[in-house]
């Protein structure tokens, strides 16, 4: 039986996405006859491959099925503008902006607000009223609602769960964290403009073998809503108001980073100790805070004023948020 020549050939798709072959093989009936005479092999024609004009690939056309991500879901609200991750369902940061005339205002009432769930995020991302019931932590505020009481649109949006984060209670939320929400409002004694951002951090711990690792709770049934390990604030004292709003400013600004673990802390402790460079937030967060923020512009928070506390019991704190001068400072 003769041989016989099988030829596959795959034709080239749609678009530069796909690729040709071909290949010849055998049958398997075929017989082969070793040569009679030996002779050398003649050489094999010149082949020249003609150059590329466009990439043979198309990973781009992924995205005719949908866009991965990750999707930073944008929050702007009368009191404050945050971005949302979806993986931990708590925010990657929360902006806000404070003056003497927003804390002067009495129009909010936060017994009038309640705690609800971000609808604008897809329901299997978002953080929800159930993660929290019995989890031994606090619905607790990025931007605090003693911040927005300028209307009770704006303390209401204060309390989305897209501003919360599980924090410990006893002993930092209702106490040392209180204390330092209470010492940024009181920036506004000498700074016009008062800019905050804040969110959580999910910070390594060296282990008893040397090793560095991440380790956070997850709270919920299912396990949704990630227990961050600590928390930050990076603060914009102005010492110029903006001339109109929205238009960026000219003056000096006093810069200011501090990063808590989410526990308890002694109200003895001076907040100086939880003082960090603004880059060491932007590496531990991977966000940039002060990109567009020329150094000739910059000073340091800490220099410019006594960066403590004032310490109040929280019942006093809760009853008047903006009572008397405090007698304890740390």
């Not at 006859?33 to 466009?54: G, H, I, N, V």
Request: glycine share 6%; aromatic share 10%; with cysteine.
């Amino acid at each position: 039986m003769p041989p016989s020549l099988v030829l596959l050939a795959a034709g080239a798709a749609a678009g530069a996405a796909a690729t040709s072959a071909a290949f010849l093989s055998l049958s398997k009936d075929q017989k082969q006859t070793p040569p009679t005479t030996s002779t050398a092999p003649s050489p094999s024609p010149s082949y020249q491959k003609a150059p590329l004009t466009a990439p043979p690939i198309d990973p781009a056309g992924l995205f005719q099925y949908g866009f991965p991500g990750p999707v930073s879901d944008l929050r702007p609200a009368p009191s404050l503008i945050s971005s949302f991750d979806r993986r931990t369902r708590n925010p990657h940061w929360v902006a806000e902006h404070i003056t003497p005339a927003s804390l002067s205002h009495r129009e909010g009432d936060r017994k009038h607000s309640a705690f609800v769930e971000d609808f604008s995020i897809p329901v299997a991302f978002r953080a929800k009223l159930a993660d929290y019931f019995r989890s031994g932590y606090d619905r607790g505020h990025q931007v605090p609602a003693a911040d927005a009481k300028w209307s009770q649109e704006a303390m209401d949006a204060t309390f989305s769960l897209s501003n919360m984060c599980p924090q410990v209670g006893d002993g930092f939320n209702r106490d040392y964290w209180a204390h330092f929400e209470d010492f940024c409002r009181r920036l506004t004694h000498k700074y016009p403009s008062v800019r905050i951002v804040t969110g959580p951090l999910y910070l390594p711990k060296k282990e008893q073998d040397g090793k560095w690792r991440v380790n956070y709770e997850v709270i919920g049934s299912p396990p949704n809503v990630a227990v961050p390990t600590h928390f930050y604030k990076v603060i914009f004292a102005e010492e110029q108001a903006p001339a109109t709003p929205g238009t960026p400013g000219t003056g000096l600004v006093a810069l200011g980073a501090f990063v808590l673990p989410n526990a308890r802390i002694s109200n003895d402790k001076p907040l100086g100790d939880f003082e960090v460079p603004v880059e060491a937030v932007e590496r531990a967060s991977g966000l940039e805070f002060a990109s567009k923020l020329p150094q000739a512009r910059r000073k340091k928070l800490c220099k410019e004023i006594n960066c403590s506390l004032v310490v109040r019991e929280y019942a006093e704190r809760q009853s008047n948020l903006m009572g008397s001068s405090p007698t304890r400072r740390r």
